[in-house]
């Protein structure tokens, strides 16, 4: 723990103060043009803060926290109590994990290099590719302003991404540099052809997510096919076509907004302030109640010296002691055991024995929704080493828009001709939809591609999408 926290204190002194300059700029830019707030941004464990919040180094994974939230606020809506968060964009690739309506701790995000600007590296003496670590980032490619290969290239070549309409067409790539390049530096050397080498990379990204999926899923007991896979990033959709192969979900949903879906999930945030403290008492089986009822004292001291600062944090803030509320939770474990797990209880105080058991049964009750049951072991009795307040001000949310269901034939408008790309080792010709055309309702058959100003959705002949009232796609086989 003293080692976690001289990290976070390095770089709270190190980026802190740049990165609040820097959204301090921006905030002055959008007021300029008639906003009137304060700029917001998210917090690792995901609340909503202004950037004045002194502890802004807790942003540091504002991005995959807020597509984790928007994940969170649609399996509320949907009735989805179990979701993973695929986020593919140009720099990472970030998977976050809902279980039985429980958001994980910022642990189950994990970040791996699979983003599209990830470079592709050519070993020439071992005939071995690899992808990343390194990234170009906005860069893109060779296909825009860098020297060197990437995924995004590959896509370019391959026919997925429409060269026209890169960004609605605002920024032009260049599809014959991209081909040319990754035949002269990566097919030639190989002895391979362009368009095989390539698809053999695509597929070599979409193993290594797979694997590093089902490896979060099935280390916790977890079956795929129970959960909704949420796809979102600019890339996600592209790539959507390769992980649908390896991994059988139990549905699969593409928001209108995938591109900006981290955005969406921020709009989702509730504004709350984080209090930790850490504690260290332990409730043994045969420990007689009146013990535990003094352990349940410390609990509820700390409790309240925490919700006393959230107080007066938030009155400085502008907020009434009225308008604050406050939930509870405790960091757990069985003793003997190394990791901790953070558990939300309905209570903010112990006074008697069945207070004490609903912070026990909230315990019980989480370990069960991460791990199979028979991995409970109440025998050990338990170890709690923190308590934490979370200090609420309630703030509007995000309203889903329902439209009128059409017909399953798309309108005629939103049909933009064919396209031929690269897939499954052959050339084949794939109709081109305008997706803000299509319409609740509409079904769209494979090979298909579904093009956005800033994402494109690719699909194979086995499969098509339907529509529903709030235009979420839904990726479905034939």
């Not at 820097?22 to 917001?40: F, I, N, R, T, W």
């Not at 593919?88 to 039985?100: F, S």
């Not at 860098?146 to 599809?175: E, M, R």
């Not at 509409?442 to 090979?447: A, E, F, K, L, S």
Request: charged share 20%.
């Amino acid at each position: 723990n003293e080692n976690e926290r001289l990290k976070t204190l390095l770089i709270q002194c190190y980026i802190q103060e740049t990165a609040r300059k820097a959204l301090l700029s921006v905030e002055g830019a959008a007021k300029a043009e008639g906003y009137k707030h304060e700029l917001m941004t998210i917090l690792g464990y995901g609340a909503a803060a202004t950037i004045r919040y002194p502890k802004l180094v807790e942003a540091i994974v504002s991005g995959p926290t807020s597509g984790l939230l928007g994940c969170k606020f649609l399996s509320e809506f949907m009735k989805r109590p179990n979701m993973v968060g695929w986020d593919l964009g140009c720099t990472t690739c970030d998977i976050g994990l809902i279980a039985a309506g429980l958001r994980m701790p910022m642990i189950a995000i994990d970040s791996i290099g699979a983003g599209c600007s990830h470079v592709v590296h050519v070993d020439v003496s071992t005939g071995r590719i690899t992808v990343g670590p390194d990234s170009v980032r906005a860069a893109l490619g060779t296909m825009y302003a860098s020297d060197q290969i990437t995924i995004g290239d590959i896509d370019l070549a391959l026919g997925y991404v429409n060269p026209d309409y890169y960004l609605g067409g605002t920024i032009q790539v260049n599809k014959a540099r991209a081909t040319a390049e990754l035949t002269k530096r990566v097919a030639e050397p190989l002895g391979q052809d362009v368009y095989d080498i390539s698809l053999k990379i695509l597929d070599l990204i979409h193993a290594k997510v797979a694997d590093h999926m089902n490896g979060i899923l099935l280390s916790k007991g977890l079956n795929p096919a129970e959960f909704t896979l949420m796809v979102y990033g600019a890339a996600g959709p592209t790539h959507l076509w390769g992980l649908g192969r390896a991994i059988n979900f139990a549905e699969v949903i593409i928001t209108p907004w995938a591109a900006v879906f981290s955005a969406f999930g921020a709009a989702a945030a509730e504004y709350f302030h984080r209090y930790d403290k850490a504690v260290t008492f332990f409730l043994a089986p045969q420990m007689p109640d009146p013990v535990k009822l003094m352990q349940g004292g410390v609990l509820s001291q700390a409790w309240a010296e925490l919700e006393e600062r959230g107080y007066q944090e938030l009155e400085a803030e502008g907020f009434e002691r009225s308008a604050v509320k406050f939930r509870h939770g405790i960091s757990c474990r069985y003793i003997g055991q190394l990791s901790n797990w953070e558990v939300p209880v309905e209570v903010g105080r112990v006074n008697t024995m069945a207070d004490m058991d609903k912070v026990i049964g909230a315990f019980e009750k989480n370990y069960t929704k991460i791990y199979p049951s028979g991995a409970r072991y109440p025998e050990a009795g338990y170890q709690i080493t923190e308590v934490y307040v979370e200090a609420v001000v309630e703030r509007p949310k995000p309203v889903m828009e329902s439209h009128p269901m059409k017909g399953k034939t798309p309108p005629k408008n939103a049909y933009k001709g064919q396209r031929k790309a690269f897939f499954d080792g052959e050339w084949i010709n794939f109709d081109v939809w305008e997706q803000d055309r299509l319409e609740p309702g509409n079904r769209v058959d494979g090979p298909a591609i579904i093009e956005h100003t800033q994402t494109t959705l690719v699909l194979p002949p086995q499969n098509y999408i339907e529509i529903d009232q709030y235009k979420f796609m839904h990726y479905l086989k034939k």
